[in-house]
Structures are given as C-alpha cells and as structure tokens.
C-alpha cells in the first residue's frame, strides 16, 4: 500500500485527548498552507477557520457544543467555516490570472458573469455552497494533520447561533463544523466501526 492508502487506514476520530499538548502556530500554519489547495467551487475558496486555543475560549465553545468533553482536552478546537460572499471576490481571485496574461478578458468577463448568475441573489445556493466547499477542505485539513502525526475529530453537535455570538462571526460566515485537534489519548488505533460493502452504496450504470 501506498504511504497515502496508509494515511487513510490509520486515521479514527479521537475522542479524546492528551491534556496539556500544544500546538506550535507554525505547525498549523504549515497544515492550513497544505489545506489550501483543497478543491473548491470556481475556486472561490469558501473555507475560513478560527483556532481556538485559548483556554478560556475554548470552553466558551465547549458550552456551544453542549459540554462535549474532547474540546476541553484537545489541543485546540478548529472553528470551520463556509462564507456565503466568496463569490465576491471572484474579480480578486481571477483578476490575477487576467493580469498574468494566462486568462482572456473575454473569458474573464466570462467567468465572473457565470459565478454572478450562480449565486447573486440565491441565499440557499451561496449557503449550500459555503457547507459543500468548506467541508472538502476540513476533510483536507484533516488528512493532512493525520499526516503531520496529530489526531482529529470533525463535530457537528454544536449550536451555530452560539458559536456565531461567541466568536462575533458576521452573517455571511457559516459555522460548518468543528474540528477537534491534538494527540489521541488511545495510543493503539482502534477497530474501525462498520463500514458497507462497495456494492452496497455504489452502483455501476
């Protein structure tokens, strides 16, 4: 097997953590500048993340996700979330490549016409759009914190509005999950819970 296939047999969602470990932000910032080339939507790039490592704050969130006691030991609690505006930045975002002479005017005027007709004005599509996008670049950024030799646990038991109050988070910013970060305090892997068959959630047609 690949070291990659190794990367995913290995990886289990910890549920809880070694008390005290912290986290050097350079590590992070290393893990986040890999997460960054996640796949996204036009490449608008609607993932946003808050670190949360402050312990004070740390239990702020915890009280938003309902006591769960993971967050009280992991090293950090990752705040995942989706912007419903990164389609805004669109001109930003493609004006480079304009600018670089590696894109057209005619297809740059193109493409932010297109992105414009997707999301202006569609509420529940920008909103759809933050969740799906956001949530491919948590997968990447726990894979690549598996690979960096820290354990995760992606959560979604929290209360959104709580979070949104305790962070003060504008409006467009969607809390997607949260990610749970540190060194697993089970040392052996544990059994994989039960998984499907292939033929059992894929179909050939």
Request: charged share 25%; glycine share 6%.
């Amino acid at each position: 097997m690949s070291a990659f296939t190794d990367l995913i047999e290995s990886r289990r969602s910890a549920m809880n953590f070694v008390e005290g470990v912290k986290i050097p932000q350079n590590e992070l910032e290393e893990m986040f500048s890999y997460a960054r080339l996640a796949p996204s939507a036009y490449n608008l790039q609607h993932a946003n993340y808050k670190v949360v490592s402050d312990e004070n704050l740390k239990e702020e969130i915890r009280k938003a996700a309902y006591g769960q006691y993971k967050i009280h030991s992991a090293s950090a609690v990752i705040v995942v979330l989706g912007d419903k505006n990164a389609y805004l930045k669109a001109p930003e975002i493609f004006g480079g490549l304009k600018a670089l002479g590696a894109m057209s005017q005619e297809d740059y005027d193109a493409e932010i016409e297109a992105i414009n007709n997707a999301y202006k004005g569609n509420d529940a599509f920008q909103r759809d759009e933050a969740i799906r996008n956001a949530s491919l670049s948590a997968m990447h950024f726990m894979l690549i914190a598996k690979d960096k030799g820290w354990d995760t646990c992606p959560m979604i038991g929290f209360d959104p509005e709580a979070i949104q109050s305790t962070l003060n988070l504008p409006d467009h910013m969607v809390p997607v999950m949260l990610i749970t970060i540190g060194k697993d305090k089970k040392h052996k892997i544990r059994p994989r819970g039960y998984r499907k068959p292939v033929n059992e959630f894929v179909e050939f047609i």
